[in-house]
């Protein structure tokens, strides 16, 4: 226990303390901030590309009710079709010319856009809703229906479910299964970006010993295990340190540059959801969609949060150990880095397995597959995560960590057995006989 | 003198060939053993199984009388022959953290090591980068970290290599100290001088196999016999002819100036006259005189097959 201190506090030091691990700290969350913001950024100082439209309308209808938005405009004309696009392809300014057919109402096929260049799909089917809007209601004119407007109004609905669970330990914790695999997902991204930058540093952290000769002497005076151990958990320590930093300077940069760039108003109304207000009603005030809304609700539920991410933390380092593990082993069983390169691919596959599993979970949270995926470790982080809004049994997560971190240590065992046989056994293949020998050493 | 370790008839064999062949070693306690051997010949693989690096396919390790575990390797110092250090390291740190490494206290590493490292004049490494140091450099340091938890058994790996004279020198000294302290202490070595300096007991190991075991001293009295340095002047190669077959021939040096000289060994004693006779008849002979032969000797003779 003592070594693996030692290790952990060495392992530490070595990385902490170096230039480029404080630089790389500290400009990563500005770097990321700068990505994130660079498309609205971009947006902002472009140039808004306004297209004119010179509109000939024979019924007269039409033209008259066509908004005028920020990329479009629309200008009426009383000219000739032929004199207009000539005039169109003249002017630069002018996108081109519309005609809309004397019989409309009835022929609504009857429309043609003349452009100099080429449209885009969005232009066309924004210009044909407006037109289809008009004459759906000029056709319901001709019924002579009273206040058909108000009518309309009133039976306009849309539905969104909100789910309770009525079973007797969670009666209230509301189950939303896109909340459910939000949340998986998101984490699982963030473990897939915590092993492949971290994971491959416990890798070459064992590798270290080889390449500096260190080797006999380490083995000599410490028992594989403590040393793999001690190597994953100061780089765990490394990572979690990292993160922390990142974490706490993303909030600051973006409680600085974000206001600017985000509606602040999406915070306001999820609060209001949760404080039992109509979803779809707030949704459609914010034009937001109602389920990303529900979602944030129950994800950002006070009540809630405490537990959850006490056992997402401790899904998602017992996760990082545990694939750490398999870091160290690969790292064990080579000689230089290069060697390692395939090993490393076949590591990550459980976690794209994980991913497909979560997109199951939207369909049935405990189905078999979702349910045996949520119990072997090797998926267990990141399909856990994502199943635990929808109400699992203590047992079930318990169970589910235990076997996580067992499995952990029974990893770095293994691994620190593949690291002792490979050191010195030069060549010779050992039999089933002899490894038994030194799994018992 | 008990044995702090005994290798019974220990047998590792690799894919390709066998490197320790049924070898056995007995070690006393505070004694200054030498492996001796030529390159290739076992001597790394018996010490990995020592320090049980290395699991034998047969035979086992004793520690004070009874199987070696891993608690005992704490009590042994192990320089291996491959040496390094973490590289990015502050050579004071690292010293600290291997020493803490193999059971000190951090204090007590810190004192121990500020006294060793005044002793070997080279406080001013202290915050130096490890990568900094010339190998030599390195070399100290490894040494110290090996010892400073003063282990009751040290085994250096061809400790002298890659030092220079002056260095190996104090290297010596420090070896024969640490024995007065009480601890024992094996090296494994082709340097035949430093064997007859600080040894006293030796085993050698040629081409896996145990050949020669013992007190330097039995050793050398035992191979003592028979062994004949002669001066001449005259035709060196009508010499050799000569006396070939009756007599092995283990130097000859052919002198232009002066006297030519030969070492020789004669097997049986009723050989001796007619072999003076035949020196005789060839050459002018100056000198013919009965010689201890020197560790480097024994060695040649046994590699070659001639013991």
């Given at each position: 226990?003592?070594?693996?201190?030692?290790?952990?506090?060495?392992?530490?030091?070595?990385?902490?303390?170096k230039?480029?691990?404080?630089?790389?700290?500290?400009?990563?969350?500005?770097?990321?901030?700068?990505?994130?913001?660079?498309?609205?950024?971009?947006?902002?100082?472009?140039?808004?590309?306004?297209?004119?439209?010179?509109?000939?309308?024979?019924?007269g209808?039409?033209?008259p009710?066509?908004?005028?938005?920020?990329?479009?405009?629309?200008?009426?004309?009383?000219?000739?079709?032929?004199?207009?696009?000539?005039?169109?392809?003249?002017?630069?300014?002018?996108?081109?010319?519309?005609?809309?057919?004397?019989?409309?109402?009835?022929?609504?096929?009857d429309?043609?856009?003349?452009?100099?260049?080429?449209?885009?799909?969005?232009l066309?089917?924004s210009?044909?809703?407006?037109?289809?809007e008009?004459?759906?209601?000029e056709?319901?004119?001709?019924?002579?229906?009273?206040?058909?407007d108000?009518?309309?109004?009133?039976?306009?609905?849309?539905?969104?479910?909100?789910?309770?669970?009525?079973?007797?330990?969670?009666?209230?914790?509301?189950?939303?299964?896109?909340?459910s695999?939000?949340?998986?997902?998101?984490l699982?991204?963030?473990?897939?970006?915590?092993?492949?930058?971290?994971?491959s540093?416990?890798?070459?952290?064992?590798?270290?010993?080889?390449?500096?000769?260190?080797?006999?002497v380490?083995?000599?005076?410490?028992?594989?295990?403590?040393?793999?151990?001690?190597?994953?958990?100061?780089?765990?320590?490394?990572?979690?340190?990292?993160?922390?930093?990142w974490?706490?300077?993303?909030?600051i940069?973006?409680?600085?540059?974000?206001?600017?760039?985000?509606?602040?108003?999406?915070?306001?109304?999820?609060?209001?959801?949760?404080?039992?207000?109509?979803?779809a009603?707030?949704?459609?005030?914010?034009?937001?969609?109602?389920?990303?809304?529900?979602?944030?609700?129950?994800?950002?539920?006070?009540?809630?949060?405490?537990t959850?991410?006490?056992?997402?933390?401790?899904?998602?380092?017992?996760?990082?150990?545990?694939?750490?593990?398999?870091?160290?082993?690969?790292?064990?069983?080579?000689?230089?880095?290069?060697?390692?390169?395939?090993?490393?691919?076949?590591?990550?596959?459980?976690?794209?397995?994980?991913?497909?599993?979560?997109?199951?979970?939207?369909?049935?949270?405990?189905?078999?597959?979702v349910y045996?995926?949520?119990?072997?470790?090797f998926?267990?982080?990141?399909?856990?995560?994502?199943?635990?809004?929808?109400?699992?049994?203590?047992?079930?997560?318990?169970?589910?960590?235990?076997l996580?971190?067992?499995?952990?240590?029974?990893?770095?065992?293994?691994?620190?057995?593949?690291?002792?046989?490979?050191?010195?056994?030069?060549?010779?293949?050992?039999?089933?006989?002899?490894?038994?020998?030194?799994?018992?050493? | 003198?008990?044995?702090?370790?005994s290798?019974?008839?220990?047998?590792?064999?690799?894919?390709?060939?066998?490197?320790?062949?049924?070898?056995?070693?007995?070690?006393?306690?505070?004694?200054v053993?030498?492996?001796?051997?030529?390159?290739?010949?076992?001597?790394?693989t018996?010490i990995?199984t020592?320090?049980?690096?290395?699991?034998?396919?047969?035979?086992?390790?004793?520690?004070?009388?009874?199987?070696?575990?891993?608690q005992?390797i704490?009590?042994?110092?192990?320089?291996?022959?491959e040496?390094?250090?973490?590289r990015?390291?502050?050579?004071?740190?690292?010293?600290?953290?291997?020493?803490?490494?193999?059971?000190?206290?951090?204090?007590?590493?810190?004192?121990?090591?500020?006294?060793?490292?005044?002793?070997?004049?080279i406080?001013?490494?202290?915050?130096?980068?490890?990568?900094?140091?010339?190998?030599?450099?390195?070399?100290?340091?490894?040494?110290?970290?090996?010892?400073?938890?003063?282990p009751?058994?040290?085994?250096?790996?061809?400790?002298?290599?890659?030092?220079?004279?002056?260095?190996?020198?104090?290297?010596?000294?420090?070896?024969?100290?640490?024995?007065?302290?009480?601890?024992?202490?094996?090296?494994?070595?082709?340097?035949?001088?430093?064997?007859?300096?600080?040894?006293?007991?030796?085993?050698?190991?040629?081409?896996?196999?145990n050949?020669?075991s013992?007190?330097?001293?039995?050793?050398?009295?035992?191979h003592?016999?028979?062994?004949?340095?002669?001066?001449?002047?005259g035709?060196?190669?009508?010499?050799?002819?000569?006396?070939?077959?009756?007599?092995?021939?283990?130097?000859?040096?052919?002198?232009?100036?002066g006297?030519?000289?030969?070492k020789?060994?004669?097997?049986?004693?009723?050989?001796?006259r007619?072999?003076?006779?035949?020196?005789?008849?060839?050459?002018?002979?100056?000198q013919?005189?009965?010689?201890?032969?020197?560790?480097?000797?024994?060695?040649?003779?046994?590699?070659?097959?001639g013991?």
């Open positions: 226990m003592r070594n693996i201190g030692l290790i952990v506090g060495r392992e530490f030091r070595e990385r902490v303390y230039k480029s691990f404080i630089i790389t700290t500290i400009l990563m969350p500005l770097l990321m901030i700068l990505l994130s913001a660079a498309p609205s950024l971009i947006m902002a100082f472009a140039e808004s590309d306004n297209k004119q439209i010179t509109v000939i309308d024979e019924s209808i039409v033209a009710r066509l908004t005028s938005g920020e990329e479009l405009s629309f200008e009426i004309s009383d000219k000739e079709l032929s004199e207009a696009i000539i005039e169109a392809s003249q002017n630069e300014d002018n996108f081109g010319v519309l005609y809309i057919g004397k019989d409309i109402v009835a022929n609504p096929n429309v043609r856009l003349y452009t100099s260049s080429s449209s885009s799909l969005m066309e089917e210009i044909a809703g407006q037109i289809e008009v004459i759906e209601s056709r319901l004119k001709e019924y002579n229906i009273e206040n058909i108000e009518i309309l109004k009133k039976v306009e609905a849309t539905v969104h479910l909100t789910t309770f669970r009525t079973d007797k330990e969670e009666q209230s914790a509301a189950s939303s299964a896109i909340a695999s939000l949340t998986g997902l998101v699982g991204f963030l473990l897939y970006f915590i092993l492949v930058i971290y994971g540093m416990v890798m070459q952290s064992v590798i270290e010993e080889k390449s500096s000769r260190i080797l006999e380490m083995v000599s005076t410490v028992k594989p295990f403590e040393m793999l151990m001690g190597k994953i958990l100061g780089i765990a320590l490394v990572a979690a340190v990292q993160i922390a930093v974490g706490v300077l993303l909030v940069f973006s409680a600085l540059i974000m206001p600017a760039l985000m509606p602040d108003n999406i915070l306001d109304s999820v609060q209001q959801v949760q404080a039992g207000a109509d979803v009603a707030i949704a459609t005030q914010q034009e937001l969609s109602p389920e990303l809304l529900t979602a944030m609700a129950s994800v950002l539920d006070t009540g809630h949060i405490a959850i991410i006490t056992l997402v933390l401790l899904f998602t380092v017992g996760g990082f150990l545990l694939y750490a593990s398999l870091y160290a082993a690969v790292g064990a069983s080579v000689d230089e880095a290069q060697d390692a390169q395939q090993f490393t691919t076949i590591i990550t596959l459980p976690i794209i397995v994980a991913f497909v599993v979560i997109m199951m979970i939207m369909k049935d949270p405990n189905s078999a597959v045996w995926c949520s119990m072997i470790p998926t267990s982080p990141i399909v856990m995560v994502a199943r635990m809004p929808s109400g699992i049994p203590a047992w079930e997560i318990a169970l589910s960590l235990a996580l971190y067992a499995t952990f240590v029974l990893c770095v065992w293994g691994a620190a057995k593949i690291y002792k046989v490979g050191i010195f056994m030069h060549g010779s293949k050992p039999s089933f006989k002899d490894l038994w020998r030194w799994l018992r050493y | 003198m008990s044995n702090i370790i290798a019974e008839h220990i047998t590792k064999r690799f894919s390709a060939h066998t490197a320790l062949d049924d070898v056995s070693v007995e070690i006393p306690r505070g004694s053993y030498g492996l001796l051997g030529p390159n290739g010949a076992g001597k790394t018996l990995r020592i320090t049980r690096i290395s699991l034998p396919d047969e035979g086992r390790i004793l520690f004070d009388g009874r199987p070696i575990t891993q005992d704490f009590r042994i110092g192990y320089l291996p022959e040496r390094g250090l973490y990015k390291m502050k050579v004071g740190d690292e010293a600290l953290f291997l020493a803490q490494l193999k059971g000190l206290k951090r204090h007590e590493a810190l004192v121990r090591l500020k006294e060793w490292f005044e002793r070997f004049g406080e001013e490494w202290w915050n130096k980068k490890v990568e900094e140091l010339s190998k030599g450099m390195a070399q100290k340091i490894q040494f110290i970290v090996t010892v400073l938890h003063r009751e058994l040290l085994i250096f790996d061809e400790p002298f290599s890659g030092f220079d004279p002056i260095n190996a020198n104090l290297l010596k000294e420090e070896i024969l100290r640490l024995r007065d302290e009480g601890a024992t202490v094996i090296f494994s070595t082709h340097n035949m001088s430093s064997v007859e300096e600080i040894c006293d007991h030796i085993t050698l190991i040629n081409k896996s196999h050949v020669l013992g007190r330097v001293d039995d050793i050398r009295r035992a003592g016999g028979n062994i004949f340095s002669v001066q001449y002047r035709d060196g190669k009508a010499l050799a002819e000569r006396i070939q077959g009756i007599c092995e021939i283990l130097e000859q040096e052919e002198a232009t100036v006297l030519s000289s030969l020789i060994h004669i097997e049986r004693n009723e050989d001796i007619s072999t003076v006779s035949l020196i005789n008849d060839a050459v002018e002979l100056r013919f005189t009965e010689t201890i032969p020197s560790m480097n000797d024994i060695f040649i003779r046994a590699v070659n097959g013991l």
